[in-house]
């Protein structure tokens, strides 16, 4: 599904990935760990096409297609999700109405009928229940005066709600309590099936005792530098990143 | 020639002499109070109109109005079919303006207000004396309604509308109505106004109102005039006691637009809301300017002004709050923001406190920003296209002028109006 081949990409000059290679099967879960700085973030926002993130070489193919060609909305048409680190507030734009237009412009994208009003609120009011989430979230405004915890949950009702074939988690975990990580963990493995494929790029392996991928990856210095199955993501836990990046190096 | 006049640049002489060529021309035949008419004619005479050089006017260049040579509005008019249809489609009673006339089969007379047209309606509220375009409305007014709600009555809903149909390029015409509003006391009534037109005029209207004690009016203003028009509005609104003026103003026409409001909360407890946004494009210019006079105690005013500018359009505010050394425990809050969508854009903001009162509670705010780039970024992460996502952003930098709008009919209209103006920049 996702092919990553020899990526470079700076930021503002500086060079943050140093020829990232990634691929992520139809169907499987993939982790993506590392110590901070290690360029985890950058590949995230290189993947959904945030301004600023300058590509300097390589390629990335989405089900075939050039993803990095395409703009941001395209690639949310053609499957891609990033769940953010953190997640932009917007006032003045109700939850419900930003996640019904979003749903409605992939739909829209994909040749499918929109939802309307009623329809839509039926289908968020159930994922919102399923992860949860208090019904009035969906009519506050989105992200404004949620707290850390409620604005990752948010993250995870979009991703309910839109159903990427591709989601990319940029530590979603981080900041959560025990209820909250279970709560994202399973918004994720419902997701999992064989057309799905899900990125988790997190710092601990806390998260992936919820979300058992099938690789592992250890990103140190803008590289890749081990791949692994899940015990690999334990043995990070027990020696620290230091070991398994000097013994890359 | 006197003293002000003088020191004046030439073109702003002539563009008066102008004018005051056509009151003299016309005098004779212009109907109502001639002595209104006449004072109003002296205080133009004597002031002429402004140059940037008069602070109410320094951001604001009358220049391409007064370099202008108008006509007369023709008679019969033009067919206005097509304008008609312009007009927002609401379920209620309509008072119809073409070029500054009113017109009987256009229009459907309220059954809960009474309403007096064919000459201006003149009250005690303007300023000929201070501001030089009322005394130039004053000098030249046509027509108007005067438009008077009963104590007690509960008035609904009533329209009105201007229509503005310029002449050639060659052949712009001007006309400046003259209305006037009294709302006996305990009386409510939503009064939606509506601008339109095609071609190049000059709609100079005068609006003079008085709320009464407990009476509630809510104002909904759209100005969606020609792009080749001038609108320049004066306002006046006289507040009693625990009265309620309740205004919100759209701009979004003209090539040059001023709306001017003078809102006095003359008893107490009385409360003005000024809520307005400007949504400009091109070369246009929009200033709304106000005054807002505490003249008794514990009054209430409010005001919530947003720019929204692209192209090289240039957007003005000015609000003035005056608290009289009576009017204690005054609430005053103004907040003025502006959108920026492109870089040639521009707003001037003049907020301005007068505060003779020692027991009062009065801010204002002002910010000038562009679209967020994470915001835009998020929204089209979630697969909503760029121009989707602008007008999203836009319209929730409106939401707190908007939201608060409680006339279901009226928030409509003013919706779709800042919709469609979305979808004409996008075009």
């Known amino acids: 599904m996702l092919q990553i081949k020899g990526l470079t990409a700076s930021v503002e000059g500086k060079p943050i990935?140093?020829?990232?290679?990634?691929?992520?099967?139809?169907?499987?879960?993939?982790?993506?760990?590392g110590p901070n700085g290690s360029g985890k973030s950058t590949l995230s926002y290189v993947l959904a096409g945030r301004d600023g993130y300058e590509v300097t070489g390589g390629t990335v193919t989405f089900d075939g297609r050039d993803l990095l060609a395409m703009a941001p909305e395209e690639r949310a048409a053609a499957g891609l999700f990033l769940a953010f680190q953190y997640p932009v507030e917007l006032p003045g734009v109700g939850n419900a109405n930003f996640l019904r237009t979003a749903l409605n412009a992939l739909h829209r994208a994909r040749g499918e009928a929109e939802l309307d009003a009623v329809q839509f609120l039926k289908l968020a009011r159930a994922e919102a229940k399923r992860l949860s989430m208090p019904d009035d979230m969906l009519k506050r405004n989105v992200n404004v005066g949620f707290s850390g915890g409620e604005k990752k949950r948010n993250e995870v009702l979009q991703m309910a709600i839109l159903r990427p074939r591709l989601a990319i988690l940029d530590e979603t975990d981080s900041g959560l309590d025990i209820d909250a990580l279970r709560i994202v963990a399973e918004g994720v493995n419902a997701l999992r099936g064989p057309q799905n494929s899900a990125l988790v790029i997190t710092h601990y392996q806390r998260l992936l005792e919820h979300i058992v991928p099938d690789r592992v990856h250890v990103l140190a210095g803008g590289r890749i530098v081990r791949s692994g199955g899940p015990d690999l993501a334990r043995a990070l836990e027990e020696g620290g990143y230091a070991a398994v990046v000097a013994d890359a190096a | 020639m006197n003293a002000v006049t003088q020191l004046q640049p030439a073109w702003l002489r002539d563009g008066a002499a102008a004018f005051v060529a056509r009151y003299e021309g016309l005098r004779d035949r212009l109907p109502g109070d001639a002595a209104a008419r006449d004072a109003g004619a002296a205080a133009f005479r004597a002031r002429g109109l402004p140059g940037v050089r008069d602070e109410a006017w320094h951001y604001t260049s009358l220049r391409p109005l007064v370099e202008t040579r108008f006509a007369e509005p023709l008679t019969p008019v033009a067919d206005c079919a097509a304008l008609m249809t312009r007009l927002p489609q609401i379920d209620a009673p309509r008072l119809v303006f073409v070029d500054g006339r009113f017109r009987d089969d256009l229009s459907v007379v309220p059954s809960g207000a009474s309403v007096r047209v064919g000459g201006p309606a003149y009250g005690a509220l303007a300023q000929p004396g201070r501001e030089p375009l009322v005394a130039l409305n004053t000098m030249l007014a046509e027509d108007g309604a005067a438009i008077e709600v009963a104590a007690g009555a509960d008035a609904g809903t009533l329209l009105l509308a201007s229509v503005g149909i310029g002449g050639s390029p060659d052949r712009p015409v001007a006309f400046h109505p003259r209305h006037a509003l009294n709302l006996g006391d305990s009386a409510r009534l939503t009064l939606i106004e509506v601008a339109i037109g095609e071609g190049a005029y000059l709609h100079n209207p005068v609006f003079e109102?008085?709320?009464?004690?407990?009476?509630?009016?809510?104002?909904?203003?759209l100005q969606d005039e020609s792009r080749a028009a001038f609108h320049i509005s004066t306002l006046y609104a006289d507040v009693a006691q625990?009265?309620?003026?309740?205004?919100?103003?759209?701009?979004?026409?003209?090539?040059?637009?001023?709306?001017?409001?003078?809102?006095?909360?003359?008893?107490?407890?009385?409360?003005?809301?000024?809520?307005?946004?400007?949504?400009?494009?091109?070369?246009?210019?929009?200033?709304?300017?106000?005054?807002?006079?505490?003249?008794?105690?514990?009054?209430?005013?409010?005001?919530?002004?947003?720019?929204?500018?692209?192209?090289?359009?240039?957007?003005?505010?000015?609000?003035?709050?005056?608290?009289?050394?009576?009017?204690?425990?005054?609430?005053?809050?103004?907040?003025?923001?502006?959108?920026?969508?492109?870089?040639?854009?521009?707003?001037d903001s003049k907020p301005q406190l007068e505060i003779y009162a020692d027991d009062v509670k009065c801010s204002h705010g002002a910010t000038v920003g562009e679209l967020d780039a994470e915001q835009l970024f998020y929204l089209r992460s979630r697969g909503i296209a760029e121009a989707d996502a602008r007008a999203m952003l836009v319209r929730a930098f409106l939401a707190d002028a908007l939201d608060p709008i409680a006339h279901e009919a009226g928030r409509v209209v003013l919706e779709s109006a800042v919709a469609q103006w979305w979808e004409r920049q996008a075009a």
């Open chain 2, 209 to 221: 109102i008085t709320v009464g004690a407990a009476a509630t009016l809510t104002h909904l203003r």
């Open chain 1, 17 to 33: 990935l140093r020829g990232i290679d990634l691929t992520v099967p139809t169907g499987e879960v993939h982790a993506i760990m």
């Open chain 2, 242 to 347: 625990r009265g309620s003026y309740d205004s919100f103003a759209l701009t979004l026409g003209a090539r040059l637009a001023r709306l001017e409001v003078h809102a006095r909360l003359a008893g107490r407890g009385a409360t003005a809301h000024l809520n307005a946004v400007q949504l400009l494009g091109g070369t246009q210019h929009g200033d709304f300017t106000t005054v807002v006079t505490h003249d008794a105690p514990s009054c209430i005013s409010r005001q919530t002004v947003k720019n929204v500018l692209t192209g090289r359009a240039r957007g003005v505010f000015q609000g003035k709050i005056e608290v009289a050394r009576d009017a204690q425990k005054t609430d005053g809050y103004q907040m003025n923001q502006a959108l920026l969508l492109s870089t040639e854009a521009e707003v």
